[in-house]
């Protein structure tokens, strides 16, 4: 590991623990943990409304789609739909009595279905930078639309 990506990552750590941090000490607010003015919770509403979505958003405006790297998504997304249908597959033949229709389905997308934002995000940029984070944005912009298409066939073709 080169020092620039030790760097970086250190970077992001002590982000993390200032988080923490802040959150300890109750600055964000006051209420029991659950409530609306508990600090995790503002910290985390913070990232998931005002943060991640105008990173994504200043990120997507600069992405060039002619240039998409097509061979990288392929090694993603074909490795992934081949597992998610494996694993519907599976979890059909061995459906218990009793048990609803769409829980193979519902068990395949849990097992397919990647937390690529929240952690992967702040990951890609940090230690790849600007690169990095347009192949991330590539993966997250497709993943959802791809994975959940054909998961939401699955289930209506169980259901029919």
Same mark, same amino acid.
């Given at each position: 590991?080169?020092?620039?990506?030790? /760097?970086? #990552? @250190? &970077?992001?750590? =002590?982000? *993390?623990?200032?988080?923490? +941090?802040?959150?300890?000490?109750?600055?964000?607010?006051?209420?029991?943990?659950?409530?609306?003015?508990?600090?995790?919770?503002?910290?985390?509403?913070?990232?998931?409304?005002?943060?991640?979505?105008?990173?994504?958003?200043?990120?997507?405006?600069?992405?060039?789609?002619?240039?998409?790297?097509? /061979?990288? #998504? @392929? &090694?993603?997304? =074909?490795? *992934?739909?081949?597992?998610? +249908?494996?694993?519907?597959?599976?979890?059909?033949?061995?459906?218990?009595?009793?048990?609803?229709?769409?829980?193979?389905?519902?068990?395949?997308?849990?097992?397919?279905?990647?937390?690529?934002?929240?952690?992967?995000?702040?990951?890609?940029?940090?230690?790849?930078?600007?690169?990095?984070?347009?192949?991330?944005?590539?993966?997250?912009?497709?993943?959802?639309?791809?994975?959940?298409?054909?998961?939401?066939?699955?289930?209506?073709?169980?259901?029919?």
């Amino acid at each position: 590991m080169t020092w620039a990506i030790a /760097a970086k #990552l @250190l &970077a992001i750590l =002590v982000a *993390v623990g200032i988080g923490w +941090a802040v959150g300890r000490m109750r600055w964000l607010g006051g209420g029991p943990a659950g409530s609306d003015t508990d600090p995790a919770r503002v910290l985390a509403n913070a990232a998931f409304y005002i943060f991640v979505p105008a990173l994504l958003f200043r990120t997507t405006a600069r992405l060039d789609t002619a240039s998409l790297p097509w /061979a990288f #998504l @392929l &090694a993603f997304f =074909v490795p *992934v739909l081949v597992l998610i +249908a494996g694993l519907y597959a599976f979890y059909r033949w061995r459906a218990q009595p009793g048990q609803p229709v769409v829980a193979p389905s519902v068990k395949a997308i849990t097992a397919g279905f990647g937390n690529t934002l929240q952690v992967g995000l702040p990951v890609a940029a940090g230690v790849f930078g600007e690169q990095g984070l347009a192949l991330h944005i590539a993966v997250v912009s497709l993943h959802a639309l791809s994975i959940l298409t054909l998961l939401t066939a699955i289930v209506e073709l169980d259901l029919a």
